[in-house]
């Protein structure tokens, strides 16, 4: 396969996994995840880790991939080598995204960062880290079908570039506090 079909198969691949934590930013609110509660003085998670964004985030994810799937047929024509997602898939993407993301808010607390500080690399990788890791578990045959190595070389190139430029876009947007 040639490098502009491992990076339409890359992306095709992660859409469900990119789109939650975006999703969340505009459905989140409500009781956090941790009810409040703090371990040695800070906060388990944080207000920033709601239900209903997670909730909310992984049925955009799944609802996503099962749309991939339904025009995967017209879109295969022009782009071949396209996976179609089971699932199990199609809830490991966007529900290990999420847990990545909640996840790394634990270790941000754990070191002390308030909400929404940065936390340089961790911000990038913690949902591809989530959402891989999760999906080579549940649906370990899809996912080895899928993510080949250029294919996985490629994913980990191009999603700290495309996190930083549409998490700048939503907080020029004002959707999100900060850039990151
Ligand atoms: N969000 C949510 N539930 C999640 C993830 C995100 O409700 N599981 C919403 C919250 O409103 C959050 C916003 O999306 O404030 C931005 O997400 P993120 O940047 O991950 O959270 P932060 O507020 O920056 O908090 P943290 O420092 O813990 O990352
Ligand atoms: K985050
Ligand atoms: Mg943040």
């Known amino acids: 396969m040639d490098i502009v079909g491992v990076l339409a198969v890359a992306f095709w691949a992660m859409l469900p996994a990119y789109v939650p934590n975006n999703a969340a930013v505009l459905v989140g609110g409500g009781p956090p995840i941790d009810g409040g509660r703090t371990w040695n003085g800070k906060r388990l998670l944080g207000d920033g880790k709601t239900w209903q964004g997670t909730a909310g985030g992984i049925a955009a994810g799944a609802a996503l991939a099962l749309l991939l799937n339904a025009i995967h047929p017209v879109v295969s024509g ?30 941000k607390r754990r070191t002390g960062r308030e909400r ?7 911000d990038q990788l913690d949902f591809v880290v989530g959402s891989l890791g999760l999906t080579v578990v549940f649906a370990p045959d899809w996912f080895f079908a899928t993510f080949t190595v250029p294919v996985l070389v490629v994913v980990l190139v191009i999603t700290p570039v495309l996190h930083v430029g549409t998490n700048f876009v939503a907080y020029k947007l004002s959707l999100k506090s900060e850039p990151w």
Not at 81 to 105: Q, W, Y
Not at 116 to 122: C, D, Q, R
């Open 116 to 122: 929404g500080a940065a936390f340089p690399g961790l």
């Open 78 to 107: 022009t782009v071949g080598g396209l996976p179609e997602f089971t699932l199990v898939a199609a809830v490991t993407l966007p529900a290990g995204a999420l847990l990545g993301d909640i996840g790394a808010s634990f270790l």
